[in-house]
Nanobody
Framework: QVQLVESGGGLVQAGGSLRLSCSASGSNFSINAMGWYRQAPGKQRELVATTIRPGYTNYADSVKGRCTISRDYAENTVSLQMNNLKPEDTAVYYC?????????WGQGIQVTVSS
């Protein structure tokens, strides 16, 4: 069974930065795409950024220019560097992985941006 574990969330002031990390562990698995999603209170879960293979990334318009997703294929990790954070970035952030036959989610990590 493959598990995703996120780290790096927390409380930051507007304009600050955070780096989220996600590590996949398990046995006998391969990962296609990995990415980050978020869910704010009262809202649906939405895509933040995904990476399919080196050089192929996708970002939500709301975070373009402020966030960078990176993946370590050898270590099965994915990170999200978030800069110039805004209060509207406050949400639970979820790591996601496409294993081919199934998609899996991390448990989620809180990011709170104070104004």
């Amino acid at each position: 069974q493959v598990q995703l574990v996120e780290s790096g969330g927390g409380l930051v002031q507007a304009g600050g930065s955070l780096r989220l990390s996600c590590s996949a562990s398990g046995s006998n698995f391969s990962i296609n795409a990995m990415g980050w999603y978020r869910q704010a209170p009262g809202k649906q879960r939405e895509l933040v950024a995904t990476t399919i293979r080196p050089g192929y990334t996708n970002y939500a318009d709301s975070v373009k220019g402020r966030c960078t997703i990176s993946r370590d294929y050898a270590e099965n990790t994915v990170s999200l560097q978030m800069n110039n954070l805004k209060p509207e970035d406050t949400a639970v952030y979820y790591c996601a992985a496409d294993l081919g036959l199934q998609g899996i989610w991390g448990q989620g990590i809180q990011v709170t941006v104070s104004s």
